[in-house]
């Protein structure tokens, strides 16, 4: 053992930068992975936390006013009704009756506000939130007083809100007709498990006990307008959520009667949806990290194999055996890898805080900031597995050395004939010889350019991912299956249709349009309920990628996840259901819409008639218009409100999805990541790369000096050989992007219900990855060729 | 009179080891002529090989200086340095140094495109004609671990003067080349002489020597002493070496 120990001294002492970059490239390895299991296990843990401490059960569900009957009093009796039957099902404990207040935003800090609200009574025996502070300190003695209202932390994100700021909600009354709006104060941010992330769009808001009674005291009880439901599964059920929640359809349509039903399930996947994908993301990119690792780690070892030959034979000519010299230099990389990633856990602790911050606001919920060591543990410990098998099957080199052979002077390059030689040029010197060292030992730089390309497949899908993102035309189209620009709905004006053909011909002057209508219902589908899309001319749904369209009324396109999650395919036949009717539909094709994370399916205005009956002659229905020059719709817009009033012709046309400035924003958080990992990954790939290569040439460079080649051309020299790499290694990156990146992403984004994420390649997302590898490498490779100064053509001499 | 075209004066080159200094060139004072074909002689750790790189700017001295014509090579920066070497200055070395991934008219050309006056064309011919002297033309293309020592080396002679330097040095040419080879890398020299090369040339081989005009010999880091010879002549061979031989042994060789 004493011997060992002797020899790896010797190898640190010796090749003290190969293992110091192995220590940093395990550190990087280390911090990325604990920050990134961190954040998804702290995230998840969190939500499931503040589930069990909220106080909304394993289903919620908002039942809809619209069906009570006529007085308050009547819905609250046919609450109990409803509540009593769902009861009678297996597995349902209890349900608890929540008064809300359900409103709509209208204006957040100055600004447009959308979507609608549940206002609850901050003090409500029922439900429990953590508050905090502007500063994300928790108030755990928080008074809310009359004017002041509580709101979820990603309206931070999502409205750029801060302590003060006013919050417009609007109040229909009884009727629907009379609208009132409400105005308050932001006095603290909240943790909604439910329904705190920026991808939701309903929102849960909290006012004082007075406030709501004073909301209520005209048409409805003081504690609110409408009663959600939460359902508390019993202890010994063994039923899913998804299985309770069909039983229950099964036995009461409970879901018909209900404004929106939300499994707990459900709300922990929306909820977190975005950590998941980006962390999905960062572990993908981490993996790739790891192969790099061992690339570089395998450079490493054959090029010191290489330089140490002759201390490699001598070693053995005095008694050391293959396999405790193998045992030795391994335990010295081991040793360098597990120092790096020793360091690694707790630098990542600051790293997890600083993500925690910045999702925070995205996700709508608080998680800590201590790092998950089991899992970080158990991967780490994987990793150094593969590792070793790795070093081991490198180092059956040492088996081909033979203590005459290495003590005899080592094995000198020997260089044979390339296709790819192409020869000197006077004109381009410096470039053709660059090349020549370039290919004539290729196998050295073989290793950089797969992790070039590896790292440039991930910038170029990452950019790609930011921009396709950053489009809102692109946002609009996961969610909405067809394009339009503006809708209108019925208004019961007495001389509606004359006045929406005035609007009509006003959208006329402007631009060409198609009308159709378009609309959504949930249904139940097989038990279960499904945000479904309702369209006059199933032609225009432009998202249907197999299969076709639901052309007949008995057909119905689907996503992806309802095959993935219910077992229904193309072709088979479903019943759906709504308002107790039921009629039967084949699945015609799949397409793709992320609504309700891509829980959804599409019918025909037709199809839909066929399940709930053609409407009555004189029906009033609103449409929805796809502008030909959409640019047009504000000033359209803006034509038409001016001379018609909401309740004479109602027209709309913002069809923005609400989230979408804080994933950009989170997007581009870890695009920047994962170009700084890159960036860190690369310099150290080409500083181990060019100090092995440079030790290696070194008496070239006396040569060429002796020449007459200046430190500074050949500094020049060494570092193009490396650009060219770099460009090399970014077009098999760019190459690969396009082979893969689609089916890579599409495989990250159906958390996010996008089953066929389709990105024809940016040519600036191509070109910045290109750019930033050469810059690396040109920067990098210069700066180890420094050591050109010192070589003098004296390292030919041999006194 | 002869023209000088290199000198050094008070030339010393120290070594620290194990914190004492070894003084390997001890204020060598030394002018080396034009068109001469100068060889230096001297014992193993005499300090000849030095004492070469030296005057040819290939190592810096502790202190001294050496002039290349009028210009001190000591102090030229590295830029100019490069250029002396590039237009002025040829080198054989005794390990043949050449790069292993051109073959052997690449690393003839390479010098030889260093020199912007010149075309590509100008170049290739110079190269070709050069290898035809040095009979490798046929292994032009060939890599050097394709071709035999002393066709390297022949390379590697025709690589020095590509460009016609001042002065060629040469370190130990013969030294890892076996009889045949050492023969013929001799017999270039000497031609490469006769057409008013100045060479400089550090050997201990003694048949080497006997194709110098100039001979010094080196002990202990100082200049023993020299003897001057007429250009070599194959038939004059036999009393070439007797005169040789009889000045080496007065140097205690």
């Given at each position: 053992m004493r011997e060992i120990l002797t020899v790896i001294k010797g190898n640190f002492r010796k090749n003290k930068g190969s293992f110091i970059s192995v220590a940093i490239l395990m550190f990087v390895v280390s911090v990325a992975l604990t920050t990134a299991f961190s954040v998804i296990i702290n995230t998840n843990k969190r939500d499931e936390e503040q589930m069990d401490a909220g106080g909304l059960g394993d289903i919620m569900a908002a039942i809809d006013y619209e069906y009570q009957g006529q007085t308050m009093d009547e819905y609250h009796a046919y609450c109990d009704e409803l509540a009593n039957k769902m009861l009678a099902v297996d597995g349902v404990e209890r349900i608890d009756q929540i008064p809300t207040v359900i409103m709509n935003i209208v204006d957040v800090n100055g600004g447009d506000g959308n979507g609608s609200v549940f206002v609850y009574d901050y003090q409500s025996k029922y439900l429990t939130y953590n508050i905090y502070d502007e500063n994300d300190k928790l108030l755990t003695d928080f008074k809310l007083k009359e004017g002041e209202i509580i709101v979820p932390v990603s309206f931070k994100s999502l409205y750029k809100t801060e302590i003060g700021d006013e919050v417009t909600l609007e109040l229909h009354g009884w009727e629907q007709e009379e609208k009132t709006n409400h105005t308050y104060k932001i006095a603290a941010y909240m943790e909604d498990p439910y329904m705190g992330s920026s991808v939701m769009g309903i929102k849960t808001l909290l006012l004082c006990e007075d406030d709501i009674a004073s909301l209520c005291e005209k048409d409805f009880t003081k504690e609110g307008n409408a009663l959600i439901f939460s359902v508390h599964k019993s202890k010994e059920s063994v039923l899913t959520d998804a299985e309770l929640e069909a039983n229950l359809n099964r036995e009461t349509s409970y879901a018909s009667y209900t404004w929106i039903t939300l499994t707990r399930s459900q709300a922990y996947n929306y909820m977190t949806m975005i950590t998941n994908i980006f962390a999905g993301i960062l572990v993908a990119f981490i993996v790739m990290l790891v192969v790099a690792t061992i690339i570089v780690l395998g450079h490493n070892i054959s090029s010191s194999i290489e330089h140490d030959f002759v201390n490699l034979g001598i070693l053995k000519a005095v008694g050391m055996s293959n396999n405790k010299l193998r045992f030795s230099i391994m335990l010295g990389y081991l040793f360098a890898g597990l120092v790096g990633a020793n360091i690694g856990v707790p630098v990542a602790i600051p790293c997890i805080a600083a993500i925690n911050k910045i999702i925070r606001p995205v996700i709508g919920l608080y998680p800590e900031s201590k790092p998950a060591l089991f899992e970080t543990i158990i991967s780490l410990v994987a990793i150094f597995v593969i590792i070793t098998v790795f070093i081991a099957i490198k180092l059956i080199k040492i088996y081909r050395i033979t203590p005459v052979s290495a003590i005899n002077g080592g094995r000198k390059d020997v260089h044979f004939s390339s296709l790819f030689k192409l020869p000197i040029s006077k004109k381009a010197l410096g470039t053709s010889l660059a090349y020549r060292q370039l290919i004539s030992g290729k196998k050295q730089y073989i290793g950089a350019i797969i992790i070039t390309a590896i790292l440039t497949l991930f910038m170029v899908m990452i950019s790609d991912m930011c921009i396709y993102f950053s489009d809102e035309d692109n946002i609009n189209d996961m969610f909405a299956p067809v394009e339009y620009d503006m809708y209108t709905y019925a208004t019961s004006d007495e001389e509606w249709e004359e006045k929406l053909a005035d609007a009509e011909s006003i959208i006329g002057k402007y631009t060409d349009y198609r009308k159709f209508f378009y609309s959504s219902r949930y249904v139940l589908l097989n038990d279960t309920q499904i945000w479904c899309g309702i369209n006059s001319?199933?032609?225009?749904?432009?998202?249907?990628?197999?299969?076709?369209?639901?052309?007949?009324?008995?057909e119905i396109v689907i996503t992806e996840y309802m095959t993935e999650n219910y077992g229904i395919k193309l072709g088979d036949e479903v019943t759906i259901s709504l308002d107790g009717k039921s009629a039967d539909y084949i699945v015609s094709g799949y397409y793709q819409c992320t609504n309700d994370v891509g829980k959804n399916i599409t019918m025909s205005l037709e199809g839909y008639y066929r399940l709930v009956g053609e409407p009555e002659e004189g029906t009033r229905v609103g449409c929805v218009y796809d502008l030909e020059n959409d640019d047009l719709a504000d000033e359209i817009y803006e034509e038409i409100t001016a001379k018609y009033s909401e309740e004479e012709v109602y027209f709309g046309y913002d069809t923005d999805f609400s989230g979408d400035d804080s994933i950009i924003f989170a997007l581009y958080g870890v695009t920047i990541l994962i170009y700084i990992l890159s960036g860190i990954f690369v310099a150290i790939t080409v500083v181990l790369v060019c100090s092995k290569i440079f030790a290696k040439e070194k008496q070239d460079y006396g040569i060429y000096k002796a020449m007459g080649f200046t430190s500074a051309k050949l500094r020049r020299q060494f570092a193009v050989r490396f650009v060219i790499c770099a460009f090399i290694g970014a077009t098999i990156g760019i190459i690969c992007t396009l082979l893969f990146s689609n089916a890579l992403l599409s495989g990250i984004l159906k958390m996010f219900g996008m089953y066929n994420f389709s990105s024809s390649l940016n040519v600036v997302a191509a070109i910045v990855p290109i750019i930033f590898m050469s810059l690396v490498y040109y920067l990098f490779s210069y700066i180890v060729s420094r050591k050109m100064k010192k070589v003098t053509p004296r390292v030919l001499i041999n006194e | 009179m002869k023209k000088v075209i290199l000198k050094s004066e008070k030339l010393c080159k120290s070594f620290a080891n194990e914190g004492t200094q070894n003084h390997v060139l001890d204020n060598v004072d030394l002018e080396i002529y034009e068109g001469d074909f100068t060889v230096i002689m001297g014992s193993s750790g005499s300090g000849k090989s030095t004492l070469l790189y030296s005057l040819s700017g290939m190592d810096m001295p502790t202190s001294g200086k050496v002039f290349y014509g009028d210009s001190e090579i000591t102090a030229l920066s590295e830029k100019k340095m490069s250029d002396l070497r590039s237009k002025e200055f040829g080198f054989v070395f005794q390990q043949v140094h050449l790069v292993s991934n051109l073959s052997l008219m690449e690393n003839v050309l390479v010098p030889g495109y260093m020199d912007k006056e010149k075309t590509t064309g100008e170049v290739k011919d110079r190269a070709l004609e050069l290898l035809e002297t040095m009979n490798i033309s046929e292994a032009k293309d060939r890599l050097p671990a394709q071709v035999s020592g002393g066709e390297a080396q022949r390379a590697a002679i025709a690589r020095a003067v590509i460009n016609e330097p001042g002065i060629l040095f040469a370190d130990e040419p013969t030294g890892a080349l076996n009889r045949k080879n050492t023969v013929d890398v001799l017999n270039l020299l000497t031609k490469i002489n006769n057409k008013g090369q100045s060479i400089l040339m550090v050997t201990h081989d003694v048949r080497a020597a006997l194709r110098g005009t100039r001979l010094i010999y080196l002990e202990d880091g100082k200049v023993c002493g020299e003897m001057e010879l007429p250009p070599f002549d194959e038939k004059d061979m036999k009393n070439r070496e007797t005169q040789v031989n009889a000045w080496l042994s007065s140097m205690h060789w």
């Open positions: 001319e199933p032609d225009y749904v432009k998202s249907v990628y197999e299969g076709r369209t639901c052309t007949y009324d008995n | -």
